[in-house]
């Protein structure tokens, strides 16, 4: 089955809602499992719970099924997202335009390439869906 990732913050952001309208959608219309992640950065000192995370989501789309909701801890986001993504197998990722950016960054520093869909396609069999994030979610 086809799996999509989509990284969130929370408290859910206008961005973070049109992420994940994409997500679910892309979901939808490929038959295919959703993981809504968040991570919890450990220099900050607020802790999001995975039953934090799915209220919220589901507070504003409504139960989602063959979704799954996870929570993890890590010192950079898009190390952590990436960790993720790889542990899931994900086919997709859908991101925010603004964590594109950050990714590719990441990309060019470990690789000195700055073509992050290449990175993925080639070195995760991932597909990536920015997201301009101008949505408001349902």
Do not use: C
């Amino acid at each position: 089955m086809t799996t999509v990732v989509v990284p969130v913050r929370y408290p859910l952001t206008s961005h973070s809602k049109a992420t994940l309208a994409e997500a679910i959608r892309v979901a939808e219309v490929e038959d295919a499992s959703l993981t809504v992640l968040h991570v919890n950065l450990y220099q900050n000192n607020g802790r999001v719970t995975r039953t934090d995370l799915k209220s919220a989501v589901e507070q504003v789309f409504g139960h989602l099924p063959r979704t799954r909701y996870i929570v993890r801890s890590g010192l950079l986001v898009e190390e952590t997202i990436l960790d993720e993504v790889i542990s899931e197998q994900a086919d997709v990722v859908v991101i925010g335009q603004k964590q594109k950016s950050r990714w590719r960054e990441m990309v060019r520093r470990l690789l000195d390439d700055p073509n992050l869909e290449h990175f993925l396609a080639n070195e995760l069999d991932a597909r990536i869906v920015a997201v301009n994030g101008q949505g408001s979610g349902k």
